[in-house]
């Protein structure tokens, strides 16, 4: 029996361990700046690794009244380019946790 409570209390402390470095690698993500572009560079996203948007930059020759549906289009696609690539650092991220755990919706 004393085996097992000595295994258990282990298993408790590596799992605290594990908590630790997942809220760091968290805390970490939180400061990363993720850049999405659109129409070749003429607009760009900042995102945070927590998906917060952070800038919108648009250059000023894409800017054309007449056309706003574009510039709109643009922006959504540099948007989603930026969350796209938050998204896979997160999963790149917060994945070494998980590997060799069947945890289904995790990250």
């Given at each position: ?79 989603n ?11 790149d ?15």
């Amino acid at each position: 029996m004393r085996g097992g409570m000595g295994n258990m209390q282990n298993m408790m402390k590596q799992m605290q361990k594990m908590q630790k470095k997942m809220a760091q690698a968290q805390e970490e993500l939180g400061e990363k700046r993720i850049e999405g572009t659109a129409g070749g560079g003429m607009v760009t996203v900042i995102v945070s690794g927590h998906k917060q948007v952070l800038e919108v930059n648009i250059k000023e020759e894409v800017v054309d009244p007449e056309d706003i549906d574009m510039l709109q289009d643009l922006v959504l696609a540099a948007t989603n380019d930026a969350l796209k690539k938050a998204d896979d650092l997160t999963n790149d991220t917060m994945g070494q946790f998980t590997k060799g755990m069947n945890l289904p919706g995790m990250f």
